[in-house]
């Protein structure tokens, strides 16, 4: 069981560089979602998508694009990176009838420099 | 607006003591309390969560309490293990709002022997 996969794990970006940063579920979940985790900080909403084809904005959204053209797929795209995107990202998914039990991958760790 | 926070960032007990995590937030209207567990350099995990019409859940080890009145969750483990060091995050989710997951700051577990 792979669950939640993202790719890459690190990666280093000079300002101005774009980049994607793919996640994909092997659950069938319908919910997906995107975070970034700051030192010392919680988790902070950038998009979701509750079903293929959909997204909607999160807490930070500012800088981020996301596509959800395959269920299994949700795919988060920085156009030109800037040194505040330097964090950890992380996606998730989960069921509707079931959506306090989001799964997580094993979060990517992104330097903009 | 939306938060949920955390009253202390760090807690300290002894093995097999017993621990409380406390969480403050501010929005009446979500549905569901969670409470996550994130170990180092590892995604959240799912712990327990808590329908808003509840004011006590246990699970194994771990309970949940909700206080409306004063808008305070808590998560209390029994018999605190090694392995229960990691950084504990509450969220709420807003089923109005999209089933927004919102995380809130963490408090690290410190399991001394």
């Known amino acids: 069981n792979a669950g939640v996969t993202q790719t890459p794990k690190f990666r280093v970006l000079k300002t101005g560089q774009s980049m994607t940063l793919l996640c994909a579920q092997d659950m069938n979940h319908e919910y997906m979602y995107w975070y970034r985790q700051d030192p010392g900080m919680g988790l902070r909403l950038i998009h979701y998508?509750?079903?293929?084809?959909?997204?909607a904005k999160g807490e930070v959204p500012d800088g981020y694009n996301v596509s959800r053209l395959k269920k299994q797929n949700f795919l988060l795209g920085l156009e030109s990176a800037a040194p505040s995107q330097t964090s950890v990202y992380f996606c998730a998914s989960s069921e509707p009838g079931r959506n306090t039990e989001a799964f997580f991958g094993q979060g990517t760790r992104l330097t903009v420099v | 607006g939306e938060s949920v926070g955390l009253h202390l960032p760090t807690l300290s007990v002894q093995e097999g003591d017993n621990s409380i995590i406390n969480c403050a937030y501010s929005?009446?209207?979500?549905?569901?309390f969670i409470w996550y567990k994130q170990e180092s350099g590892k995604g959240p995990q799912f712990i327990i969560d808590i329908r808003s019409n509840m004011d006590k859940r246990q699970g194994q080890r771990v309970t949940v309490l909700l206080n409306k009145t004063v808008k305070h969750l808590s998560l209390q483990i029994a018999a605190t293990q090694p392995g229960d060091s990691a950084v504990y995050f509450c969220?709420?989710?807003?089923?109005?709002?999209?089933?927004?997951?919102?995380f809130g700051a963490g408090t690290r577990l410190a399991v001394h022997p």
């Open positions: 969220a709420e989710i807003f089923s109005g709002g999209y089933n927004k997951l919102i």
């Open positions: 998508s509750v079903g293929e084809g959909t997204t």
């Open positions: 929005n009446s209207a979500s549905d569901y």
